[in-house]
């Protein structure tokens, strides 16, 4: 079964990361949450407090089949200088390995040098990527190569089946679509 990490700082986003690492692990896929600050409780955005399974120190792209950024723009500030973050993200990407984000988290990848031409991210932080394709509100979920990229809260739930049809293909999507009564998802 594929492994993916989902890397936790200070800020990030709740909606995004809990439904991104419910949905997937509905589907079999393994999902590490890794904390990036020192303490393994992290706060979000509106203050909720998550358990992290481990640090992200010491995970590498040969242990992960994909690396899944919420948003949130305290988190993605973090994420957008995190050393290992960075190191991470560009490795995975010399690897042609997947790599997803979320909401104002493809700042992040753009900081990497990872960020495709074509992406989508939460409504004004395309201002801050210098990067001509945003595709707006176009579709919930853009794929450009091995790195895909969601607009933001309402769509992190899409966007966990995405990953689940990335990794495991269209029957595993379809029938979790289902199951969730996700038919708003394209």
Not at 133 to 162: E, K
Not at 165 to 185: D, I, P
Request: charged share 20%; proline share 5%.
């Amino acid at each position: 079964m594929p492994t993916i990490v989902v890397p936790i700082a200070t800020g990030f986003e709740e909606i995004e990361a809990v439904s991104i690492i419910d949905v997937v692990r509905r589907s079999g896929i393994e999902v590490i949450v890794a904390h990036v600050d020192e303490e393994p409780t992290v706060r979000g955005a509106n203050n909720i407090a998550m358990v992290c399974d481990r640090p992200l120190q010491g995970i590498t792209s040969d242990m992960i089949d994909m690396i899944v950024l919420p948003g949130g723009w305290g988190g993605t500030d973090i994420l957008a200088v995190n050393e290992t973050v960075q190191s991470l993200l560009k490795d995975m990407d010399s690897k042609k390995k997947y790599i997803a984000a979320i909401c104002a988290a493809p700042f992040a990848l753009n900081a990497a040098g990872v960020l495709r031409e074509n992406f989508t991210c939460y409504p004004s932080v395309e201002e801050k990527i210098p990067n001509k394709n945003y595709l707006g509100d176009a579709q919930q979920v853009v794929y450009d190569a091995h790195i895909m990229t969601s607009r933001g809260p309402g769509t992190a739930i899409c966007f966990g089946l995405h990953i689940v049809k990335r990794l495991l293909g269209e029957e595993s999507y379809l029938g979790l679509k289902e199951g969730l009564l996700a038919s708003y998802c394209d």
